[in-house]
């Protein structure tokens, strides 16, 4: 199984007029963004023939960002899960068990959680920027352990 963790492209910044899950990407940011899919799309293509399973964190920027994935990737999001968003991660690790291990997991998501993530799985420390995308080979389901394998970073 391969997980990739996609931090959201730039959003609105915080405000006290505006709930943190109900920031939007700025036009900035999906420009940007929409540049980087022919990169994952070519790194997909590069791998086996698997399934792409999306998920994404209820905050509308991460919705958003997922959405762009999922265009360009000609699929759907396969499904919201507040535990991205909360930061959860034994419920990940619980909720990657249940996946077919021929497939391919794209989890958008936010900071510090991606990056504390990265390092539960990897021992890889790493501040995850805006719009980056990291590609793991999942080497145990239980606890979760992976393998770094590629960085797709914003240009």
């Known amino acids: 199984m391969k997980v990739i963790l996609v931090r959201h492209a730039i959003a609105e910044e915080k405000r006290e007029d505006l709930d943190d899950i109900k920031r939007d990407l700025t036009k900035e940011g ?26 994404s964190s209820p905050a509308n920027r991460a919705k958003q960002t997922a959405e762009i994935v999922a265009e360009g990737l000609q699929t759907d999001i396969h ?22 291990d021929g497939s391919t997991v794209i989890v958008v998501g936010h900071e510090p959680t991606l990056s ?20 793991f080979r999942v080497t145990e ?8 394998q590629w960085v797709v970073t914003a240009k």
Not at 30 to 50: G, H, S, T, W
Not at 83 to 96: A, C, K, P, T
Not at 116 to 135: A, F, H, P, R, V
Request: glycine share 2%; charged share 35%; with cysteine.
């Open 79 to 100: 499904a919201i899960h507040d535990y991205i968003y909360e930061g959860d991660f034994e419920s990940l690790n619980n909720e990657l068990e249940s996946v077919d």
């Open 30 to 55: 999906k420009e940007k963004f929409q540049k980087l899919i022919p990169d994952l799309i070519e790194k997909l293509a590069a791998q086996d023939k698997r399934e792409v399973i999306l998920w």
């Open 116 to 135: 504390e993530w990265t390092e539960q799985m990897s021992d890889e420390e790493m501040e995850i920027k805006k719009g980056e995308m990291l590609c």
């Open 141 to 148: 389901l239980s606890p979760l352990q992976a393998d770094l």
